[in-house]
């Protein structure tokens, strides 16, 4: 592994290991010195590649941020109808809510901070109208809203739920709001 200012996947090293970090321990327990750590940098590097925690945690987040958008628009660009995009919104729910709770926790974290903080109210909000965009292609504004939200919703509850609903109850209520689209 290049070490110094030779390697150049130290920056994302960082990143994902406060991402990583967050998902286990939570945004309340990052420091320097934890992240470095788990990313295997040195120390001083933290500060060379971010002015502080807080550009730290908001690159993370952005970087976040950008992984949902992208696995939004791969689901949805492919599909070709109206019908393909209920089933791809329908795949996106499951795929969020079966697969690792590392995305979730991120999310929810995120959240937290929008709550408390305006720059990352603003992120959430891009984040949200990315989104939409995407669902707008298949589905009128209206209705892209309501689907956004669908599907946070849809997949907290499928994660968190010990014995969570069907793909059957999930496309059925994809097609309830699409109803009119």
Do not use: C
Request: proline share 3%; net charge negative.
């Amino acid at each position: 592994m290049a070490t110094g200012h030779t390697d150049p996947q130290r920056r994302e090293r960082i990143l994902t290991a406060t991402l990583d970090h967050i998902a286990e321990e939570g945004v309340a327990s990052v420091s320097h010195r934890k992240i470095a750590a788990r990313a295997g940098v040195p120390l001083g590097s933290m500060t060379y590649h971010f002015k502080g925690i807080d550009e730290l945690l908001h690159e993370a987040f952005t970087r976040f941020a950008e992984h949902v958008a992208a696995l939004f628009e791969r689901r949805l660009n492919a599909a070709e109808s109206a019908e393909e995009a209920r089933e791809a919104v329908t795949d996106l729910i499951h795929e969020l809510s079966d697969g690792p709770q590392h995305d979730l926790i991120v999310t929810h974290e995120l959240y937290t901070l929008a709550a408390r903080h305006p720059e990352y109210r603003e992120l959430t909000r891009k984040w949200m109208i990315r989104s939409r965009q995407v669902l707008e292609r298949h589905f009128d504004a209206e209705t892209a809203r309501q689907l956004d939200a669908l599907i946070e919703g849809l997949a907290l509850h499928r994660a968190l739920d010990t014995a969570p609903h069907d793909r059957q109850l999930t496309s059925e209520a994809v097609k309830r709001i699409t109803r009119t689209a």
